[in-house]
Each structure stands twice: as C-alpha cells, then as structure tokens.
C-alpha cells in the first residue's frame, strides 16, 4: 500500500537536502505519488505545498473534497470555494519561503498568477528535490507496471497472431480497435495507440489517419495505457503477407540492438549506456542515421518520466529504475520499425516486464 | 477549413492592441488553434513564438516535425535535435521582448526553464492576449461542436431507453461502457465518462468505482469526449426503478432551472445571468445550499475553457460564443443529479447543441 506519510516525510527531507524552502505541486503525477491523491487537469486549480517544517497543505477546489482520500496524519485538505482565488492561498502558504520547488506538469497560467503575486520566488523543478526518489520503483509499483505490460503483452499476442484484423481497415480502425482493447483489459486510461503502415511508419510518432492497409505491408503498432495509476507502453511490428529481404535484414539488426540494450541496463551502469548499446549495433549495421531519438524513457505513473536512456544522461542505474528499451530504424518515405520492452534495473540484473515473442510475423 | 494564417494574423493583432511583445503557447489548444498542430503533453518541448513583427516559429522536436501540416505562409516550422536545449531557441526568439504572454496550459517545468534564462520578462496569461478570439465560435466551429453533442445524444438516448445495462453492473464498468461508445461513436479521445449513483452522486465528480448499482436507484451520468477536435459534454440521469417522490420533485425543479439558464443565453446578457437565473429557481424551489457548483464553462477545443458562467463574470455574451448549462442538486450522503447540456449563445437566440430528452426516466 502506498503511504502517503511516509513519501511526504521524505519529501520533505530531500527539501531540507537541497535547500528549497518549499514544494508546490498540482496536476501531473507528484501529486498522487505523494498523496494518493490525482488532480483532474482543470481551469480550478488544486495544489499541494510541502514545507520541512509543517503539516502539508493540499488545496482542493470544494467540490472535488469527497474525492480526496482524507490522510490527517499525511496531510490537511483545504477544500476552496469558488468565490475565492486559490493562487492567494498558495501564496500565502508560501509565506517566507524563496526557493519554491514547482511541479513539472502544474498549468503555467497559475505559475503566472503566483508570480504576480509573488515576484521574488526563485523557482526550480520539482525533480530537482523528488525526482530521484520518485525514479527508484518500490515493489507494489514493479508489481503494477508487470500487471499493465502483461495487459498489453496480450494485446500484442494478438496482433502477432492475425487475431486482430488489419488488411482492409484505416490505420484509424486498427488504433480504435486497440484503444477498446487497452480498456477492455483493465486499463482505466488509453494513453496512446499509434498504428503506422510503410511508409507512414517512418514518422516515429505518427498520427494514425485513413490509410488503407494494404498486403505485404510492415505495420507498426506502439501502445499502452494507465491501468491502477501506473503505464503499459509496448512496441511490436508485423507483416501482412511476406515481408522483402532488406526488412526481413533490419528487423535483425533491430532485435539485436534491442537486447543489446536491454543487456545493458545493470545496476551502476550509466543511462547513457542503455542508449549507446543498440545504437552501436545498428551503426556498425550501417543503419544508423535511421535511428533518429533516443532508446528510451523512463515509466511509471507517467507513461515518459525519468530517467531517460539518451546521450549525455550520465544518472547510474539503480534496483528499481523501470524505463523502456526502444530502438527504431526509420528510413523515409519508405518505412519504419521500432521493437519496445519495458525494464527494471535490479540487482538480479535486468528484468524485463514485456514477454511477447519478439520476431516479424509474417501474417498470411 | 481553420486558415492558420488568418488565425496568427489576428493573433498578431491581439498583440499590438495589448501591448504585449510576444505570445508563447504549447501543449493545450491555443496551439492547435492558431496552426493546425496538436503538441504532444510530453518532456519534449513544443513551442509556438508569435511576435507582431516576423513570421511566426513553430519549435518541435526532431522526431515530430512529419506530423506538422506545414503551412510556410502562415508559421516556420524549426525541428530540433535531441542534443539541444529547446528552451534556449525559445530565449532566443523572444530576444527584445519584455512583456510576453505564456500558454494557460505549458508545462510549469518550461516555463521555470525560460525564467532561468529569462528571469528580466514580465509574463501574462495567453488568454489576455487571444481570450477574447478563441471564445467566439466561427460556422464550421460550431458545426464540429454539433457533430460531437449529436454522437454523446446518441449515447444518452441508449442510456434513457435502457439499452444500457446499469443494475448489477458496477459505476466502474457502465463508465467503461460509455468510453467505449464514446470512441466508436466517433470520438477520437474519451474525456471523462461519470457514473455515480445514489449517495456517490453527491459528489459533482464522483471517480467511478466499485458500487454496484441496485434497483431503484438515481443513476448520473456525465460524459463526453473530443471529436474532430472539438468537444462534447452531456449529463443526463436516470432512475433504476421507481424514482421516490422527492426526487421527481427535486428533478422537476432542476429541470425547469436549467430550462432558465438556457433561456438567459441571450446575447448581451453577462454570463453571470446564465449562472444566475438557474440557481434562482432553486433558490425558490428550497434546494439553494446544494447546487454548489457554478453553472456552465465555455466548451470548444477544451472540454473547460472560456467563458465561465458563474458569478462575477460580467463579459457580454457574444453571438458564436458555446458553453454548458448544467446545474445540479446534491444532498451530501443521499443523492445528486444534474442535467447538462451544450448552448450556443446567436443572434437569433439560445441554441442548443444537446437534444435528447431532458426527462427523468424510470427503467423497470
């Protein structure tokens, strides 16, 4: 069970290690990590200031109060009504603090009104006192995350296995068809369900539209969502008919960089390393000007957070950092293709949470 | 069809008469307002600059730039490169300026960014700048809100007639029930989809849960989602049996209150009066203290946006201008209901947008 006391106590220190006075959070996924508590993205603003040397104070528009979970011994619930203006509350909170840690996702139209109201803040990013200790998964949050990628390990079961149709519908169909899967299988959130065909796919995150899918086309399908408050994100590409020689050769190289990059995920290692390990392979493939992001993100009650696996992340791996592996080769106007796992770092080594077959089906 | 050029053109203008030197807008829908592209919510930064004096700049990561419908008459597009600081060509393009308008919904993690670089601007709130064009609704605007309210109609009549199933089913499962006809309805994303029932309702936005629904019980629906980019919004209630004697009473009350409130869309007329007239009727009716919310948001590419219908707010209606009227009734620990529609305020007098009936049915 996750206990809000205990995460707004260590909060509450990393505040006091890296000298911020105070912790303003609102909508994105701080909030419930520390409180249980998620914030719907309104033009009402709910907040929470964390100070070392108080009670944390959750300011809640008054009509969303029966939905908070009441923790007296975590935090006090302010519920505000709607003749009021919440930002003053949120200054007023902030009485004598200077160096005020916000919240990434908090809508900038109340950090503009806090700033009129309080234009000496020096502010800095939330993951500057929390990021660390919200990156290191504990074992009820491994546990969701394998619970939302074995959701959508059966999606893509079914993808792999001609199950779900392709040849003849829009890339739009198929994206809705797994978007009613991803519910169906018990996420409460489709965050995303991207279906690109030949050359469509050589856009890394393409807008699925009304492309007909046609024969002997490689289909890339990347989705997931947020089921129990944590995220599914998975990547598998198959063929409909018989896939040529040069895509039969780069799904290859592909699966090879990705277990590269899985391997290389250890407790210690930089993150950095975790992108260098596939992008060796598919350089040394000679597709590498085709491999146009980074390997991966970091997951958890955000479907990207961090740490990230790209160049110049130097953070080392820690037991429980969960993040993707995601190597692509988009070559353009003519096709794309990505293969994606979710990984955990543990001291066991690395521990991967998808476990659907990883080869180019060719679905006839 | 949304002519970008136009659009940032006036937006131009809307600078020079506020006196503001440039406008920043990212994830929300100012963006997809002013060109066409929708940003990603995600760590890499989107970042549309307008200045009175040059051709608008679209900043989007690398790996985003196919997914922009590029319009060169109207904004350049400049792709950025995973090794780059985005929020730094941000500090550049805003070179000079000192008063600059900042997006409702950016990310706070930008913006923090940008003062780090920037900390000399003096900020406001996009809407000052573009608050007043983004409210009045054109033809095909109104046409897409239309097309959107007519699909969640559809879903509410299935509700009323009972085709539905609500006893023995959970809140949780008859709101997946109602995600899923919201998306193969038409809908390209699933906002919110309520069910509260009995004491739950009492709660505005009640988080739809494990109670299961029993027999003659008030059942609230509120649902809606975004089509074509534009939003639906509806609520309607149903009672799963035999509805007690008060609540037909209470019902009738809130009917003729909304009745009201639609009837107050006169153009003209504050928007304070759309809140007004409602809450009179049950004010009268004896139900004052449970209608705590206020009546009606402005609606369009954002399920809430402006204008508000609520108390204080003296903005004239204008022709084009569409919001919900949608109050409520909610008595802590025994029932809530609402009834909501979508209104168009024109020349030619309220316009509804919803037009399912507005009855309370009793399903045997």
């Known amino acids: 069970m996750m206990d809000a006391a205990h995460r707004l106590q260590r909060a509450q220190q990393c505040l006091m290690e890296n000298e911020v006075d105070a912790l303003v959070v609102s909508v994105g996924r701080d909030l419930p990590y520390l409180t249980g508590y998620e914030a719907m993205p309104l033009e009402r603003l709910t907040a929470l200031v964390v100070r070392a040397d108080r009670t944390p104070q959750l300011f809640v528009p008054g009509l969303e109060v029966p939905r908070v979970e009441q923790h007296p011994?975590?935090?006090?619930?302010?519920?505000?009504?709607?003749?009021?203006d919440p930002v003053g509350l949120v200054a007023e909170a902030l009485a004598g603090a200077?160096?005020?840690?916000?919240?990434?996702?908090?809508?900038s139209r109340f950090l503009v009104e806090l700033l009129h109201q309080r234009p000496d803040l020096s502010l800095v990013r939330s993951t500057e006192v929390i990021g660390a200790m919200r990156m290191i998964k504990d074992d009820d949050e491994v546990a969701a995350l394998a619970a939302a990628s074995a959701a959508v390990d059966r999606i893509a079961a079914d993808l792999r296995s001609g199950v779900i149709p392709l040849v003849g519908r829009t890339e739009h169909q198929v994206s809705m068809d797994l978007s009613e899967r991803i519910l169906a299988e018990g996420h409460e959130r489709v965050n995303f369900a991207i279906v690109a065909t030949a050359d469509n796919a050589a856009s890394p995150h393409h807008h699925p539209g009304s492309r007909i899918i046609g024969e002997n086309e490689?289909?890339?399908c990347d989705f997931g969502g947020t089921m129990d408050g944590y995220c599914s994100d998975i990547t598998r590409c198959v063929v409909t008919?018989?896939?040529?020689?040069?895509?039969?050769?780069?799904?290859?190289?592909?699966?090879?960089?990705?277990?590269?990059?899985?391997d290389a995920a250890i407790v210690?290692?930089?993150?950095?390393?975790?992108?260098?390990?596939?992008?060796?392979?598919?350089?040394e493939a000679g597709w590498g000007r085709y491999f146009v992001h980074r390997t991966g993100h970091g997951i958890g009650m955000e479907e990207h957070e961090d740490p990230y696996m790209v160049e110049g992340n130097?953070?080392?791996?820690e037991h429980g950092h969960a993040f993707s592996v995601e190597p692509g080769i988009y070559v353009p106007g003519q096709w794309g293709?990505?293969?994606?796992?979710?990984?955990?770092?543990?001291?066991?080594?690395?521990?991967?949470?998808?476990?659907?077959?990883?080869?180019?089906?060719e679905l006839q």
Chains 1, 2 share one sequence.
């Open 73 to 84: 011994e975590a935090f006090e619930t302010i519920g505000w009504s709607e003749d009021i």
């Open 218 to 220: 490689l289909v890339l």
């Open 337 to 361: 293709m990505r293969l994606e796992d979710i990984v955990v770092a543990t001291v066991d080594g690395p521990r991967r949470l998808n476990n659907v077959g990883r080869d180019l089906p």
């Open 241 to 262: 008919g018989t896939a040529s020689a040069e895509i039969r050769e780069a799904w290859e190289v592909l699966r090879t960089a990705q277990q590269a990059g899985v």
């Open 314 to 317: 130097q953070r080392p791996l």
């Open 98 to 107: 200077h160096r005020v840690a916000i919240g990434d996702q908090m809508w």
């Open 268 to 283: 210690g290692a930089p993150c950095e390393e975790v992108d260098r390990a596939p992008r060796r392979v598919i350089d």
